[in-house]
């Protein structure tokens, strides 16, 4: 049986279902000699501001059990650089989706115009979540009201297919998913990594000089998919759903509660062509379970009776 591995995100065609997580991936290139990229469904950069940024100083990475800490808070060389010199060493025919952040909702929307029409971009990521980086106080995400007025200005601002990356660190994902489809996203990205502190009892101080962080892979896995269950029980648009992926069977779970797209984040540190091979084994997967189509694996966990 040869089994259809396309998926529509939010109006992006992919290949695949299989993506590269931001922060985790680089601007590719960095991976090329371990990977094909066109084996992806397509990979998410680095988020984007508007000019570049040098991040949080060391210590920005901790290790923590089953995963990882990091503080790095959105180093990256701007969205015009990446635009003039990494987009461009990046080989043909490989999808690109732009991810975003600014500190100010209008400086979002500025990034998000730049990107419109940049080649390979065939979507934006906006970064509403990052745990480490805040503005006024608290993430964009956590907040309806300020979630609702980044969404519509952004979706004002570009029309290419538009995902909202969410913050785990809410009391209501359902809530905050409703707000992106209320305001114009065409997809959903869930999770960002978690708000976690790890202390070293020796020195009576935090691992990380930034003392808060973001938690990812495999800890937070049970979490994420928890959470891209609620989220697609509330909205109808495409969820691609991350945290923690580390196998095909972990990407087939994200599926079936619900995501049409998954990225791969954290395990890319370990193993950086593991995308690859985790796409290539949900279609092995797929003809094992007698599925035509991974698109039909979103959505068909099993319930048990009256849930
Ligand atoms: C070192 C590092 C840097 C990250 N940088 C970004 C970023 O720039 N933008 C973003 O949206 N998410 C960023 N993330 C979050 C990941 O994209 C992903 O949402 C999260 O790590 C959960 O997936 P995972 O457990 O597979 O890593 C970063 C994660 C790590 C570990």
Redesign the pocket.
């Known amino acids: 049986m040869s089994v259809d591995t396309r998926v529509d995100l939010g109006g992006m065609q992919l290949r695949n279902p299989v993506l590269t ?4 991936f680089g601007y590719g290139t960095e991976f090329a000699p371990f990977l094909d990229l066109t084996r992806l469904g397509g990979f998410v950069a ?2 984007l501001t508007l000019e570049p940024r040098f991040g949080n100083p060391p210590v920005r ?1 901790a290790e923590a059990p089953a ?2 800490l ?1 503080a ?1 808070s ?1 180093e990256n060389v701007g969205v015009d650089a990446f635009i003039q010199e990494k987009l461009p060493a990046l080989p043909e025919g490989v999808a690109v989706v732009a ?1 975003l ?1 600014e500190t100010e909702i209008d400086r979002y929307a500025e990034v998000a115009k730049r990107l419109t029409g940049a080649p390979k971009v065939v979507g934006l ?1 906006v ?1 509403a ?2 745990p480490h980086v805040k503005s006024g106080g608290i993430e964009f995400g956590q907040n309806p009201a300020v979630l609702r007025e980044l969404v519509a200005a952004v979706r004002q601002a570009t029309d290419l297919p538009l995902l909202v ?1 969410l913050s785990p660190n809410v009391t209501s994902i359902a809530e905050m998913a409703r707000v992106c489809e209320g305001e114009g996203a065409d997809g959903l990205s869930l ?3 978690v708000q976690a502190l790890e202390v070293d009892p020796e020195t009576r101080r935090p691992l990380l000089s930034n003392v808060l962080g ?1 938690l ?2 495999p800890a ?1 896995r049970p979490i994420a998919l928890r959470m891209v269950y609620q989220a697609s029980r509330a909205v109808s648009i495409p969820i691609c759903g ?4 580390a196998s095909a069977e972990d990407a087939v779970k994200f599926l079936l509660c619900g995501a049409t797209a998954v ?5 890319n540190y370990l193993e950086p062509s593991l995308a690859g091979e985790i796409a290539d084994g949900l279609v092995v997967y797929a003809e094992r379970h007698g599925f035509a189509r991974l698109a039909d694996l979103t959505g068909a966990l099993e319930l048990p009776e009256g849930k």
Do not use: D, P, W, Y
């Open positions: 997580a931001s922060g985790t680095k988020s990475i995963g990882m990091n790095i959105l991810s952040f990521e970064n979540s990052c990356k999770i960002n990594s973001g990812s892979g937070i991350m945290g923690g992926i990225q791969v984040g954290t395990l």
